[in-house]
């Protein structure tokens, strides 16, 4: 017979500091995965304003690029994307065996290099949006 193992309930919010490093990092890649595959469908459907003539397509745009939102979702974008690639380089080189023994410092890594490249990228995505 196997023993069963009490999970906790989910509403018991003490087992999220039980997480290690690396699952965060499991959770953030799929989180941020999820959010790339919505920003895709989003990004199709702008998109296919084109087939509606350039005019349309053009007008879509400029309305979007007007909204301080959208420039700010950009940088949320910019965020997620960022972190999904340095994390999924950091599991590639873990699947390979490399850095096993520094997995918690690389994830951490990931973190700090996407703030650092989304921090000096802020400039870039909110010129003219106030």
């Known amino acids: 017979m196997s023993e069963s193992y009490d999970r906790g309930l989910v ?3 003490g087992r999220w500091t039980e997480f290690s490093a690396g699952m965060w990092a499991w959770v953030f890649h ?3 995965g999820w959010v790339l595959v919505g920003y895709l469908f989003t990004h199709i459907s702008v998109l296919s304003t084109s087939l509606q003539g350039a005019q349309v397509y053009n007008s879509t745009l400029s309305g979007l690029e007007s909204l301080a ?3 700010l979702l950009e940088v ?3 965020a997620v994307a960022v972190f999904h690639i340095l994390n999924g380089i950091r599991l590639l080189f873990v699947d390979l065996g490399v850095g096993l023994e520094a997995q918690d410092k690389s994830f951490y890594a990931s973190l700090v290099l996407t703030g650092v490249i989304v ?5 870039t995505f909110l010129t003219g949006a106030f």
């Open 11 to 13: 509403a018991d919010f």
């Open 30 to 32: 799929k989180f941020t």
């Open 69 to 71: 939102i959208v420039r």
């Open 76 to 78: 949320g974008l910019l």
């Open 119 to 123: 921090v000096a990228s802020v400039p």
